[in-house]
Protein backbone atom coordinates (compact mmCIF):
# COMPACT_ATOMS: atom_id res chain seq x y z
CA UNK A 1 0.00 0.00 0.00
CA UNK A 2 1.29 3.63 -0.89
CA UNK A 3 2.05 6.16 1.82
CA UNK A 4 -0.98 8.47 1.48
CA UNK A 5 -0.17 12.31 2.69
CA UNK A 6 -2.48 11.61 5.12
CA UNK A 7 -0.77 8.52 6.94
CA UNK A 8 2.34 10.09 6.85
CA UNK A 9 1.13 12.93 8.68
CA UNK A 10 -0.17 10.98 10.99
CA UNK A 11 3.03 8.98 11.37
CA UNK A 12 4.22 12.15 12.13
CA UNK A 13 1.63 13.15 14.72
CA UNK A 14 1.82 9.57 16.40
CA UNK A 15 5.81 9.61 16.43
CA UNK A 16 6.03 12.97 17.75
CA UNK A 17 9.55 13.72 20.31
CA UNK A 18 8.57 13.21 23.59
CA UNK A 19 10.59 13.03 26.53
CA UNK A 20 8.93 12.96 30.46
CA UNK A 21 9.48 15.87 32.29
CA UNK A 22 12.84 15.40 34.52
CA UNK A 23 13.77 18.08 37.34
CA UNK A 24 9.47 18.61 37.30
CA UNK A 25 9.07 18.41 41.19
CA UNK A 26 5.43 19.14 41.69
CA UNK A 27 3.52 17.87 45.05
CA UNK A 28 1.09 15.77 42.77
CA UNK A 29 2.93 12.40 40.92
CA UNK A 30 1.95 12.48 37.31
CA UNK A 31 -1.03 10.79 35.63
CA UNK A 32 0.41 7.69 33.60
CA UNK A 33 -2.25 5.66 31.72
CA UNK A 34 -1.39 2.97 29.24
CA UNK A 35 -2.61 -0.32 27.95
CA UNK A 36 0.71 -0.67 25.65
CA UNK A 37 3.96 -0.86 27.39
CA UNK A 38 7.10 -0.60 25.10
CA UNK A 39 9.81 -3.08 25.32
CA UNK A 40 13.76 -2.23 24.37
CA UNK A 41 13.86 -5.09 22.67
CA UNK A 42 12.14 -8.85 22.14
CA UNK A 43 14.80 -10.14 24.27
CA UNK A 44 13.73 -7.69 27.12
CA UNK A 45 9.68 -8.51 26.59
CA UNK A 46 10.38 -11.62 27.09
CA UNK A 47 12.59 -11.45 30.41
CA UNK A 48 10.53 -8.64 32.03
CA UNK A 49 8.72 -9.58 35.17
CA UNK A 50 5.23 -7.69 36.22
CA UNK A 51 4.53 -10.17 38.95
CA UNK A 52 7.27 -8.29 41.38
CA UNK A 53 6.83 -5.42 40.18
CA UNK A 54 10.64 -5.06 38.58
CA UNK A 55 9.54 -4.13 35.80
CA UNK A 56 6.29 -2.64 33.85
CA UNK A 57 4.77 -5.08 31.10
CA UNK A 58 1.15 -4.01 30.37
CA UNK A 59 -1.35 -1.33 31.81
CA UNK A 60 -3.47 -4.15 33.89
CA UNK A 61 -0.46 -5.08 35.54
CA UNK A 62 0.15 -1.77 36.78
CA UNK A 63 1.87 1.43 35.80
CA UNK A 64 3.77 4.51 38.13
CA UNK A 65 0.47 5.91 39.08
CA UNK A 66 -1.30 2.79 40.68
CA UNK A 67 2.49 1.36 41.87
CA UNK A 68 2.48 4.99 43.99
CA UNK A 69 -0.92 4.91 45.05
CA UNK A 70 -0.50 0.82 46.10
CA UNK A 71 1.90 1.90 48.09
CA UNK A 72 0.60 4.83 49.80
CA UNK A 73 -2.16 2.18 50.61
CA UNK A 74 0.16 -0.12 52.12
CA UNK A 75 1.49 2.73 54.29
CA UNK A 76 -2.34 3.92 55.32
CA UNK A 77 -2.90 0.45 56.48
CA UNK A 78 0.18 -1.07 57.50
CA UNK A 79 0.66 -4.06 54.97
CA UNK A 80 2.95 -5.58 52.27
CA UNK A 81 1.34 -5.80 49.00
CA UNK A 82 -1.53 -4.20 47.30
CA UNK A 83 -4.31 -4.63 44.35
CA UNK A 84 -6.16 -2.33 43.50
CA UNK A 85 -9.72 -3.35 41.83
CA UNK A 86 -12.56 -1.26 40.07
CA UNK A 87 -14.68 -1.20 43.47
CA UNK A 88 -14.50 -1.84 46.96
CA UNK A 89 -17.23 -4.88 45.77
CA UNK A 90 -14.43 -6.38 43.26
CA UNK A 91 -12.09 -6.25 46.59
CA UNK A 92 -14.32 -8.76 48.18
CA UNK A 93 -14.96 -10.38 45.31
CA UNK A 94 -11.43 -11.29 44.29
CA UNK A 95 -10.43 -12.57 47.46
CA UNK A 96 -13.18 -15.14 47.16
CA UNK A 97 -12.51 -16.16 43.57
CA UNK A 98 -8.71 -16.05 44.27
CA UNK A 99 -9.34 -18.07 47.76
CA UNK A 100 -11.85 -20.60 47.26
CA UNK A 101 -12.57 -23.76 45.33
CA UNK A 102 -15.75 -26.07 44.57
CA UNK A 103 -16.41 -27.91 47.94
CA UNK A 104 -14.78 -25.15 50.45
CA UNK A 105 -16.78 -23.07 52.62
CA UNK A 106 -16.69 -19.65 53.31
CA UNK A 107 -18.26 -18.08 56.86
CA UNK A 108 -20.01 -14.32 56.83
CA UNK A 109 -21.05 -11.97 59.75
CA UNK A 110 -24.86 -11.90 59.19
CA UNK A 111 -24.26 -8.33 59.56
CA UNK A 112 -21.70 -8.46 56.25
CA UNK A 113 -21.94 -5.90 53.79
CA UNK A 114 -25.34 -7.21 51.69
CA UNK A 115 -23.93 -7.46 48.47
CA UNK A 116 -20.85 -9.61 50.03
CA UNK A 117 -23.54 -12.05 51.31
CA UNK A 118 -24.95 -12.23 47.75
CA UNK A 119 -21.77 -12.98 46.52
CA UNK A 120 -22.08 -16.51 48.08
CA UNK A 121 -25.58 -17.01 47.53
CA UNK A 122 -24.81 -16.08 43.78
CA UNK A 123 -21.70 -16.65 42.01
CA UNK A 124 -19.79 -18.53 44.95
CA UNK A 125 -23.26 -21.19 45.62
CA UNK A 126 -22.77 -21.69 41.42
CA UNK A 127 -19.34 -22.63 41.61
CA UNK A 128 -20.36 -25.19 44.63
CA UNK A 129 -18.65 -23.46 47.24
CA UNK A 130 -21.09 -23.04 49.99
CA UNK A 131 -21.48 -20.50 52.93
CA UNK A 132 -22.79 -19.87 56.73
CA UNK A 133 -23.57 -16.61 58.32
CA UNK A 134 -22.41 -16.85 62.19
CA UNK A 135 -23.70 -14.50 64.43
CA UNK A 136 -21.05 -11.37 65.03
CA UNK A 137 -21.62 -10.97 69.01
CA UNK A 138 -20.77 -14.71 69.76
CA UNK A 139 -17.40 -16.41 69.62
CA UNK A 140 -18.98 -19.98 70.14
CA UNK A 141 -20.82 -19.34 67.28
CA UNK A 142 -18.29 -18.43 64.83
CA UNK A 143 -16.02 -21.41 66.20
CA UNK A 144 -18.72 -24.08 66.21
CA UNK A 145 -19.48 -23.10 62.20
CA UNK A 146 -15.53 -23.74 61.25
CA UNK A 147 -15.25 -27.10 59.62
CA UNK A 148 -12.45 -28.55 57.79
CA UNK A 149 -14.62 -27.30 54.44
CA UNK A 150 -13.74 -23.87 56.22
CA UNK A 151 -11.14 -22.24 53.94
CA UNK A 152 -12.21 -18.45 54.52
CA UNK A 153 -13.62 -16.28 57.30
CA UNK A 154 -14.82 -12.43 56.82
CA UNK A 155 -14.61 -9.89 59.45
CA UNK A 156 -16.83 -6.45 59.40
CA UNK A 157 -15.81 -4.39 62.22
CA UNK A 158 -18.18 -3.19 62.62
CA UNK A 159 -21.11 -4.40 60.94
CA UNK A 160 -22.71 -2.82 58.07
CA UNK A 161 -25.77 -0.84 58.94
CA UNK A 162 -26.41 -2.20 62.44
CA UNK A 163 -22.73 -1.32 63.82
CA UNK A 164 -22.10 -4.09 66.36
CA UNK A 165 -18.22 -4.21 66.93
CA UNK A 166 -17.35 -7.30 67.20
CA UNK A 167 -14.02 -9.41 69.37
CA UNK A 168 -11.80 -8.91 66.62
CA UNK A 169 -8.60 -9.74 68.38
CA UNK A 170 -10.39 -13.27 69.53
CA UNK A 171 -11.90 -13.75 66.35
CA UNK A 172 -8.53 -13.58 64.48
CA UNK A 173 -6.69 -16.22 66.72
CA UNK A 174 -9.74 -18.39 66.65
CA UNK A 175 -8.87 -18.66 63.04
CA UNK A 176 -4.87 -18.93 63.31
CA UNK A 177 -5.89 -21.42 65.59
CA UNK A 178 -7.94 -23.44 63.22
CA UNK A 179 -5.87 -22.53 59.98
CA UNK A 180 -8.40 -20.59 57.53
CA UNK A 181 -7.56 -17.40 56.08
CA UNK A 182 -9.30 -14.13 57.52
CA UNK A 183 -10.31 -11.60 55.50
CA UNK A 184 -11.51 -7.79 57.17
CA UNK A 185 -13.73 -5.55 55.13
CA UNK A 186 -11.63 -2.32 56.70
CA UNK A 187 -13.73 0.31 54.79
CA UNK A 188 -15.15 1.90 58.13
CA UNK A 189 -11.86 1.75 60.00
CA UNK A 190 -9.92 3.18 56.70
CA UNK A 191 -6.53 2.28 58.20
CA UNK A 192 -6.99 5.17 60.68
CA UNK A 193 -9.32 3.96 63.69
CA UNK A 194 -6.95 1.08 64.00
CA UNK A 195 -4.22 -0.79 62.20
CA UNK A 196 -5.85 -4.50 60.61
CA UNK A 197 -2.01 -5.81 60.47
CA UNK A 198 -1.66 -4.85 64.40
CA UNK A 199 -4.83 -4.88 66.08
CA UNK A 200 -3.46 -5.12 69.63
CA UNK A 201 -1.80 -1.87 69.01
CA UNK A 202 1.97 -2.97 70.06
CA UNK A 203 3.49 -1.92 66.93
CA UNK A 204 5.88 -4.63 67.45
CA UNK A 205 5.23 -6.31 63.48
CA UNK A 206 6.56 -8.91 64.13
CA UNK A 207 5.95 -12.93 63.95
CA UNK A 208 3.87 -12.24 67.48
CA UNK A 209 1.22 -9.33 66.06
CA UNK A 210 -1.74 -10.11 65.58
CA UNK A 211 -2.97 -9.46 62.24
CA UNK A 212 -5.61 -10.23 59.41
CA UNK A 213 -4.71 -12.35 56.28
CA UNK A 214 -5.89 -9.51 54.30
CA UNK A 215 -7.42 -6.49 54.68
CA UNK A 216 -10.25 -5.32 51.74
CA UNK A 217 -11.22 -1.43 51.55
CA UNK A 218 -13.87 0.20 49.54
CA UNK A 219 -11.34 3.21 48.52
CA UNK A 220 -14.99 4.70 47.02
CA UNK A 221 -15.73 5.72 50.65
CA UNK A 222 -12.81 7.86 52.85
CA UNK A 223 -9.58 7.72 50.59
CA UNK A 224 -11.73 8.89 47.80
CA UNK A 225 -13.83 11.45 50.14
CA UNK A 226 -15.70 12.86 47.22
CA UNK A 227 -18.60 10.42 45.97
CA UNK A 228 -17.19 10.17 42.89
CA UNK A 229 -15.16 7.31 42.15
CA UNK A 230 -15.66 4.13 42.99
CA UNK A 231 -12.07 1.99 43.42
CA UNK A 232 -11.57 -0.95 45.78
CA UNK A 233 -8.17 -2.46 47.31
CA UNK A 234 -7.00 -5.87 48.87
CA UNK A 235 -3.75 -5.48 51.23
CA UNK A 236 -1.74 -8.47 52.98
CA UNK A 237 1.63 -8.91 54.20
CA UNK A 238 2.30 -12.20 53.38
CA UNK A 239 4.02 -12.06 49.74
CA UNK A 240 2.61 -16.12 48.41
CA UNK A 241 -0.70 -14.97 49.75
CA UNK A 242 -0.67 -11.65 47.56
CA UNK A 243 0.68 -13.78 44.78
CA UNK A 244 -2.20 -15.59 44.92
CA UNK A 245 -4.70 -13.10 44.86
CA UNK A 246 -2.87 -11.55 42.51
CA UNK A 247 -2.89 -13.94 39.96
CA UNK A 248 -6.36 -14.34 40.09
CA UNK A 249 -6.78 -10.70 39.87
CA UNK A 250 -4.80 -10.85 36.66
CA UNK A 251 -6.76 -13.44 35.05
CA UNK A 252 -9.94 -11.37 35.78
CA UNK A 253 -8.75 -8.70 33.78
CA UNK A 254 -9.37 -6.41 36.62
CA UNK A 255 -7.20 -2.67 36.99
CA UNK A 256 -8.23 0.41 37.28
CA UNK A 257 -8.33 3.86 35.18
CA UNK A 258 -5.41 6.34 35.76
CA UNK A 259 -7.48 9.29 36.07
CA UNK A 260 -9.91 7.51 38.78
CA UNK A 261 -6.36 6.53 40.80
CA UNK A 262 -5.22 9.99 40.44
CA UNK A 263 -8.23 11.27 42.46
CA UNK A 264 -7.92 8.93 45.10
CA UNK A 265 -4.04 10.09 45.02
CA UNK A 266 -5.04 13.21 45.44
CA UNK A 267 -7.56 13.31 48.77
CA UNK A 268 -5.42 10.48 50.32
CA UNK A 269 -3.06 13.31 52.03
CA UNK A 270 -6.53 14.79 53.87
CA UNK A 271 -8.21 11.16 55.00
CA UNK A 272 -6.83 11.58 58.35
CA UNK A 273 -8.68 14.84 58.68
CA UNK A 274 -11.74 14.28 57.06
CA UNK A 275 -11.95 11.16 59.18
CA UNK A 276 -11.74 13.02 62.35
CA UNK A 277 -14.01 16.10 61.36
CA UNK A 278 -16.59 13.31 60.37
CA UNK A 279 -16.35 11.20 63.66
CA UNK A 280 -16.77 14.75 65.57
CA UNK A 281 -20.00 15.47 63.35
CA UNK A 282 -21.45 11.77 63.92
CA UNK A 283 -20.70 11.90 67.55
CA UNK A 284 -22.79 15.11 68.30
CA UNK A 285 -25.84 12.97 65.63
CA UNK A 286 -25.19 10.53 67.76
CA UNK A 287 -25.83 12.02 71.22
CA UNK A 288 -28.63 14.55 70.18
CA UNK A 289 -30.58 11.51 68.89
CA UNK A 290 -30.09 9.72 72.55
CA UNK A 291 -31.93 12.59 74.19
CA UNK A 292 -35.46 12.54 71.45
CA UNK A 293 -38.15 10.66 72.81
CA UNK A 294 -38.81 8.72 68.72
CA UNK A 295 -35.50 7.06 69.07
CA UNK A 296 -35.55 3.48 70.99
CA UNK A 297 -31.51 2.96 70.11
CA UNK A 298 -28.77 5.00 68.81
CA UNK A 299 -26.10 2.44 66.98
CA UNK A 300 -22.70 3.89 67.48
CA UNK A 301 -19.72 2.07 68.36
CA UNK A 302 -18.04 4.79 70.45
CA UNK A 303 -20.95 5.33 72.18
CA UNK A 304 -21.07 3.55 75.84
CA UNK A 305 -23.55 1.20 75.75
CA UNK A 306 -23.78 0.27 72.05
CA UNK A 307 -23.45 -3.48 70.89
CA UNK A 308 -19.72 -4.08 71.19
CA UNK A 309 -18.57 -0.79 72.14
CA UNK A 310 -16.05 -2.59 74.99
CA UNK A 311 -14.69 -4.10 71.83
CA UNK A 312 -14.00 -0.86 69.65
CA UNK A 313 -12.45 0.65 72.83
CA UNK A 314 -10.09 -2.43 73.06
CA UNK A 315 -8.81 -2.23 69.39
CA UNK A 316 -9.20 1.40 68.57
CA UNK A 317 -8.91 3.02 71.74
CA UNK A 318 -5.58 2.36 73.31
CA UNK A 319 -5.14 5.29 74.91
CA UNK A 320 -8.58 6.54 76.87
CA UNK A 321 -10.47 9.43 75.04
CA UNK A 322 -8.21 9.11 71.90
CA UNK A 323 -10.07 6.32 70.30
CA UNK A 324 -11.72 7.24 66.18
CA UNK A 325 -14.81 5.87 64.50
CA UNK A 326 -16.13 6.94 61.19
CA UNK A 327 -18.70 9.34 61.07
CA UNK A 328 -21.58 6.56 60.37
CA UNK A 329 -24.30 5.31 63.08
CA UNK A 330 -27.89 4.34 63.07
CA UNK A 331 -30.95 4.79 65.05
CA UNK A 332 -34.04 2.71 65.88
CA UNK A 333 -36.93 4.76 65.66
CA UNK A 334 -40.04 3.12 67.97
CA UNK A 335 -41.97 0.62 66.37
CA UNK A 336 -45.15 2.47 66.84
CA UNK A 337 -44.11 5.15 63.74
CA UNK A 338 -45.40 3.45 60.23
CA UNK A 339 -42.64 2.91 57.60
CA UNK A 340 -44.30 5.50 55.69
CA UNK A 341 -43.93 8.23 58.75
CA UNK A 342 -39.79 7.21 58.96
CA UNK A 343 -40.05 7.88 55.25
CA UNK A 344 -41.51 10.95 55.28
CA UNK A 345 -39.10 11.62 57.94
CA UNK A 346 -36.15 10.92 55.55
CA UNK A 347 -37.75 12.63 52.78
CA UNK A 348 -37.95 16.04 54.45
CA UNK A 349 -34.79 15.85 55.79
CA UNK A 350 -32.97 19.14 53.18
CA UNK A 351 -29.13 18.87 54.10
CA UNK A 352 -28.86 14.94 54.41
CA UNK A 353 -29.56 13.49 50.72
CA UNK A 354 -31.01 9.92 50.26
CA UNK A 355 -27.76 7.94 48.96
CA UNK A 356 -26.06 4.72 49.18
CA UNK A 357 -22.31 4.82 50.06
CA UNK A 358 -20.83 7.33 52.11
CA UNK A 359 -17.26 9.04 52.88
CA UNK A 360 -18.06 12.34 50.86
CA UNK A 361 -18.96 15.68 52.14
CA UNK A 362 -22.83 15.61 51.56
CA UNK A 363 -24.62 13.90 54.81
CA UNK A 364 -26.70 10.87 54.15
CA UNK A 365 -29.83 8.88 54.87
CA UNK A 366 -31.40 5.51 54.32
CA UNK A 367 -33.77 4.07 56.17
CA UNK A 368 -33.11 -0.09 56.22
CA UNK A 369 -35.05 -3.15 56.81
CA UNK A 370 -33.31 -5.00 58.89
CA UNK A 371 -35.78 -7.85 59.88
CA UNK A 372 -35.06 -8.73 56.27
CA UNK A 373 -31.54 -8.79 56.28
CA UNK A 374 -30.24 -10.75 59.43
CA UNK A 375 -31.43 -14.66 59.90
CA UNK A 376 -33.48 -13.13 63.15
CA UNK A 377 -34.20 -9.86 64.66
CA UNK A 378 -30.28 -9.70 66.92
CA UNK A 379 -31.33 -9.99 70.65
CA UNK A 380 -28.94 -6.77 71.43
CA UNK A 381 -31.15 -4.21 69.06
CA UNK A 382 -34.54 -2.87 70.22
CA UNK A 383 -37.00 -3.23 67.84
CA UNK A 384 -38.45 -0.83 65.72
CA UNK A 385 -37.10 0.88 62.41
CA UNK A 386 -33.78 1.36 61.75
CA UNK A 387 -32.25 4.58 59.83
CA UNK A 388 -28.86 4.84 58.99
CA UNK A 389 -27.11 8.10 58.84
CA UNK A 390 -23.31 9.24 57.62
CA UNK A 391 -21.95 12.41 58.43
CA UNK A 392 -20.80 14.83 55.87
CA UNK A 393 -18.49 17.71 56.63
CA UNK A 394 -21.49 20.16 57.13
CA UNK A 395 -21.84 22.30 60.28
CA UNK A 396 -23.14 19.55 63.31
CA UNK A 397 -25.72 22.15 64.09
CA UNK A 398 -26.67 22.86 60.69
CA UNK A 399 -27.51 19.18 60.60
CA UNK A 400 -29.24 18.87 63.73
CA UNK A 401 -31.36 21.72 63.01
CA UNK A 402 -32.48 20.01 59.68
CA UNK A 403 -33.09 16.51 61.61
CA UNK A 404 -35.06 18.48 64.45
CA UNK A 405 -37.60 20.20 62.01
CA UNK A 406 -37.91 16.74 59.96
CA UNK A 407 -38.84 15.14 62.97
CA UNK A 408 -41.23 17.43 64.59
CA UNK A 409 -43.22 17.64 61.46
CA UNK A 410 -42.96 13.94 60.95
CA UNK A 411 -42.45 12.01 63.54
CA UNK A 412 -44.30 13.43 66.52
CA UNK A 413 -43.59 12.59 70.11
CA UNK A 414 -46.32 9.68 70.96
C1 LIG B 1 -19.37 0.52 50.24
C2 LIG B 1 -18.86 -0.72 50.85
C3 LIG B 1 -18.34 -1.75 50.07
C4 LIG B 1 -18.38 -1.74 48.56
O1 LIG B 1 -17.78 -0.65 47.96
P1 LIG B 1 -18.18 -0.23 46.46
O2 LIG B 1 -17.00 0.53 45.99
O3 LIG B 1 -19.45 0.55 46.56
O4 LIG B 1 -18.37 -1.51 45.69
C5 LIG B 1 -17.85 -2.87 50.71
N1 LIG B 1 -17.88 -2.97 52.05
C6 LIG B 1 -18.37 -2.00 52.83
C7 LIG B 1 -18.36 -2.18 54.31
C8 LIG B 1 -18.87 -0.84 52.27
O5 LIG B 1 -19.39 0.10 53.05
Known sequence: MQDSKFAKGMTGLIHHPYTPPAGFAAPQ?????????????VADMRQMEWKDKSAYTYGLHGTPTTYTLEERLCTLEGGRQCLLVPSGLAALATVALAL????DEVLLPDNAYGPNKALAEGELHHYG????????????????????????VW????????????????????????????????????????KPFDLLGDGSGGQGTLA???????????PSGGGDVLMGSVITRDPALHLKIKLCHMRLGLGVGAN??????RSLPSIALRYAAHDQTARALAAWWQAQAQCVQVLHPALAGAPGHAHWQAVCEHTPGT????????????????????????????????????????????????????QS???????????????GLESAQDLIGDLSQALQDHLPVL
Not at 212 to 222: G, Q
Open 29 to 41: PGVFKASTVYFPS
Open 100 to 103: LHSG
Open 129 to 152: ITHQWYDPMNLQDLASKISPRTRL
Open 155 to 194: LEAPGSVSMEFPDLPEMVRLCRAQGVWCALDNTWGAGLAF
Open 212 to 222: VDISAHALTKY
Open 260 to 265: DAETVL
Open 323 to 374: GLAAGLFSVILDARYACAQVDAFCDHLKLFKIGYSWGGPVSLVVPYDLAAMR
Open 377 to 391: WPAHLQRGTLVRFSA
